[in-house]
């Protein structure tokens, strides 16, 4: 499926990877572990490059259970990426009375002996600023490193970081919503305006929302530009916290008042107003609760909001008013190729960033960054 970032929706032409500067990990603030129905360990990171091997990077922030320093990345200069296993954190068995220690792997080592995947790496590639890592777990070890204890995370995942292109404003109407619930009255609009939290991912007609608030909650869109709409299913898993009493946190259509006892004042799909230049999403009457009890979502990491605005670097791509559904009825395809960011040419799409090359029957050709 055809991912596109706000900020690069379409290539004319195709460009040689290189090994990214400093500056360019700098920039790159935002890890997402996936996005869709569930998202977990969404962040803010930091990546900088490491003071004693050359080529190998330190990224601090990859993870919410990561407890130790920083995760060790290289990147080659094609933009080929690798992570070597690593220890990444601990905790305390109370059953067996003994330290378990947390080590990042490779999906397809997680059923493995401690001592039989040392030699296994994630991979992953850079390109135009972002990095997409193929899937990885974290698996529990004991002491001795001989016994696989299981993983931390119940499916296996995939991460992207990126540049943030999203500005988040977001806050509580500025009245009082109710007279037995104190601590809602209060007076904050925009609490968080002017930051760039957030990333937009587009898809024709779906829109990812990713780390939109303070506990990084993402959450999937469907854009309708004919009414200038923004709709989320109701009930969106939009954040999730994996402790030892996982709880999962959705997005509500929350009424006008918010009722203090019923929960049917609360429910419906969420709709938002796209403005007219495209670069504005804006949602009100919604609120980030616990799915198991909506009434009592505030506390324990949910994020209270009634408004929310979000203002994009670029505009929304409209496929059809930008010609892009256009270029196939107009001008016959007669072959599509991708090519990854090592030259590799296919006609299947490779894992990662691809450039999408269309040829034409008038001989004219398109490239599209296409990310897989």
Known sequence: MKKLLLSVALMGAMTASAAPTADEMAAITLGINYWGETSIGNNTLTITPSTSVEGMWEVAGFDRKIEYGTVKM??????????????????????????????????????????DFTNDRITGTYADGVITLNEWNIVKVDQSFSQNKGTLYSRNINTSMMKPNTTVAMGIWDEK??????????????????????????????????????????????????????????????????GSTPRQYALYNISPVLLSEDDDAIGGPITGTISEDLKTITFDNIATLRIDHPSIGWGD??????????????????PVATGIETIATDAQVTSVKYVNMAGQVSNRAFEGVNIMVTTHADGTTTATKVIR
């Open 74 to 115: 290289t990147i080659a200069d094609d933009g080929a990426i690798t992570i070597a296993p690593q220890m990444v954190g601990s905790d305390y068995d109370y059953d067996t009375y003994e330290t378990v220690y947390y080590m990042l792997v490779p999906a397809e080592s997680v059923e493995k002996s401690p001592m």
């Open 177 to 242: 919503l109710s007279d037995d619930w104190d601590f809602l009255g209060w007076n904050k609009i925009d609490v968080s305006q002017g930051e760039k939290l957030a990333a937009a991912v587009q898809d024709e007609y779906t829109l990812n929302v990713l780390n939109y608030d303070e506990v990084g909650s993402c959450m999937a869109l469907e854009l309708n530009f004919d009414h200038l709409t923004a709709t989320s299913p109701a009930e969106q898993v939009t954040f999730m916290t994996t």
């Open 301 to 318: 990491h949910a994020a209270p909001m009634h408004k929310l605005i979000l203002t994009f670097d670029e505009p929304l791509v409209n």
